[in-house]
């Protein structure tokens, strides 16, 4: 039996006093090195060595080779340890494109401009649930294969906007397509995507008022060396900039780089929302805000939600901060602003409409203008006590005649796991007032009905609403 005795040299390595002769053991000893090597690198980038953490380097390799004798294996090299490396959810590198695609790389200077035009500094960062946020359908080929997966949180509000658009895509932008429920039944995983990129693209566009369109997408080298004060989120520092003069070619891009935005992992929301930013400008999104907002995300309990100039951005294409029509150039004493209060300008494809309960209660519900109200298709977008969904019609003469507005069918989804098939309501503006069928005429009717009968009804004043056997659940 031979005994080896190393001494530990002033540059961390281990020298044998045999003479150096190369040992299995040596072998073994230099490939902890080499792995370490690439922990270190890989840490540095946000990475992480699965079930590795708290370990040290022997154990690593023993736990990495509990089924396999490294004594036997010693050719194996590095690069065998590195398919065992995965990436947290936070760090898309599997969906990072290469850098030879193109496009411009973010400056710091962008970056810094992005982060204040979104939160108002430069050291917060998108937390978790915004993180994990993608463009994710739900089954294929299934009641809800239209629909969007969305939980709850900030990043929800985006999702039903661009929710609203696949509709808008799949019942009145598709050739020789029957707008009925079966038909949106019958969408498949191709069509979803396809339905996806042509929201995107769409809502991308108009934002660049039909000009040009911005994508972002993350590759994998950061594009800047930060400053003290930015805040490193090791997403936005590698974003590349990709501008196209058609909406076309914007939707083909899209369609070719989908999994960047429908995948786990993506940052699907976040990378979309920088799209939509450097579509608009930034410049022209400072010039679209008043002095009531001057940042698109407000933070309360520890999460971030859209402000209302962001929800118009991504329903009109203009960062308006408010939901009236036009500009308010007078207080409600009659006394000229210091600086005009910033509306809806024009009426666009997608419509909003608005409900809170509280601030129903306290008098305090800002009335949605008619731009908003009636847009040029049927389908809203619906805060809903803060909550978001959306509602729509197939009948796409339903807001041009009148006469449709008598007795029809609205259709409404919020996003959650919960629901399991779309909701159907009948809307009836003539038979008779939505109050006379309640039994309890003393109390607040806005306690007694479900929020989004009265979200309905700022729309259509006093009509009955019926679920059609489903118990309301919003």
Not at 78 to 90: D, E, K, M, N, W
Not at 113 to 119: A, P, Q, W
Not at 174 to 195: I, N, W, Y
Not at 394 to 404: I, Y
């Amino acid at each position: 039996m031979c005994i080896y005795i190393y001494h530990l040299q002033m540059d961390g390595s281990l020298q044998s006093t045999n003479g150096g002769v190369k040992t299995e053991l040596d072998d073994i000893l230099s490939q902890i090195a080499e792995l370490d090597k690439w922990r270190e690198i890989f840490n540095r980038r946000g990475m992480e060595l699965q079930g590795c953490f708290g370990m040290r380097p022997l154990e690593r390799l023993k736990a990495d080779d509990e089924t396999e004798d490294v004594s036997r294996s010693p050719t194996k090299t590095p690069q065998a340890y590195i398919s065992h490396l995965t990436v947290p959810y936070s760090i898309p590198r599997s969906l990072a494109v290469s850098q030879s695609l193109g496009g411009h790389p973010v400056s710091f200077e962008q970056a810094l401009s992005l982060r204040k035009i979104l939160f108002g500094n430069t050291f917060h960062v998108f937390n978790y649930e915004w993180k994990k946020s993608c463009f994710k359908f739900r089954e294929p080929y299934s009641n809800l294969s239209y629909a969007l997966e969305a939980e709850r949180g900030g990043a929800r509000a985006i999702q039903m906007a661009v929710q609203a658009h696949i509709i808008k895509y799949l019942l009145f932008t598709r050739p020789a397509e029957s707008c009925t429920m079966e038909s949106l039944g019958e969408v498949g995983d191709k069509e979803q995507e396809r339905a996806l990129a042509a929201a995107l693209a769409d809502i991308l566009w108009t934002a660049g008022e039909e000009r040009s369109a911005t994508i972002s997408l993350v590759t994998s080298e950061r594009c800047f060396t930060p400053h003290l004060d930015y805040k490193l989120d090791n997403f936005t520092e590698r974003l590349h900039l990709f501008t196209f003069k058609k909406k076309d070619d914007t939707r083909k891009f899209i369609y070719e780089h989908i999994q960047c935005f429908n995948e786990e992992g993506s940052h699907g929301v976040i990378l979309f929302l920088y799209s939509l930013i450097f579509s608009r400008s930034i410049v022209r999104i400072q010039e679209d805000l008043d002095i009531t907002s001057t940042h698109l995300l407000h933070f309360s309990l520890g999460n971030f939600s859209c402000r209302q100039a962001l929800l118009n951005l991504l329903l009109t294409g203009r960062a308006s901060p408010n939901v009236f029509n036009g500009s308010l150039l007078c207080d409600e004493d009659g006394n000229p602003l210091v600086q005009p209060l910033r509306g809806v300008l024009a009426r666009s494809d997608v419509g909003f409409l608005h409900w809170s309960r509280e601030q129903a209660e306290h008098a305090k519900l800002p009335v949605v203008g008619s731009m908003l109200k009636t847009p040029k298709l049927p389908i809203w977008v619906c805060n809903i006590n803060g909550t978001y969904g959306v509602l729509f019609s197939f009948n796409r003469s339903l807001l041009s005649d009148w006469k449709m507005e008598h007795l029809f069918h609205l259709y409404f989804y919020n996003g959650q796991p919960t629901q399991g098939t779309t909701a159907i309501l009948t809307i009836d503006t003539h038979s008779h007032h939505w109050e006379s069928g309640s039994i309890d005429n003393q109390g607040d009717p806005e306690k007694r009905f479900p929020s989004l009968e009265m979200t309905i009804r700022t729309k259509w004043e006093g009509a009955a609403i019926d679920w059609n056997g489903t118990a309301p659940f919003f």
